[in-house]
């Protein structure tokens, strides 16, 4: 009898441990890590993309080697792992992109970075 009680036990205790682990999160379990692999892009993660490489290149700028401001955005898992710096140099503060005529990015420009970032700031969204 004692030997049933300690299987059921552990069999319970391996369940409850799968079932704990179903609505897990990489975002939740490791800040700051970014997984793209295998994944697909999203339409919201793809427009902001877009607004960076084609608002943010340049030699000394974030894209294509540069690294202004120790940000360089060549790859997905930077510009996903630096969402908060995005938002708050061009959308909050209208600090970026810098450049001499003055331009900073469109309020669609902007409403585009700021949908991404609600909608969790994943590159799957």
């Known amino acids: 009898m004692n ?68 940000y360089n955005f060549d790859n997905d898992c930077s510009i996903i792992s630096h969402w908060s710096a995005i938002n708050d140099a061009s959308v909050a503060n209208d600090r970026m992109p810098f450049n001499k005529t003055g331009v900073n990015l469109t309020n669609n420009e902007k409403q585009a970075i700021t949908d991404w970032i609600a909608a969790g700031h994943l590159y799957t969204n």
């Open 3 to 70: 030997k049933k009680l300690t299987a059921i036990f552990i069999l319970s205790i391996i369940i409850l441990g799968f079932q704990s682990c179903y609505y897990d999160k990489d975002e939740t379990l490791y800040p700051g890590s970014c997984i793209v692999a295998g994944s697909i892009q999203g339409p919201l993660y793809t427009s902001v993309k877009v607004i960076i490489n084609s608002r943010c290149s340049g030699s000394t700028c974030h894209t294509n080697g540069g690294s202004g401001g120790s």
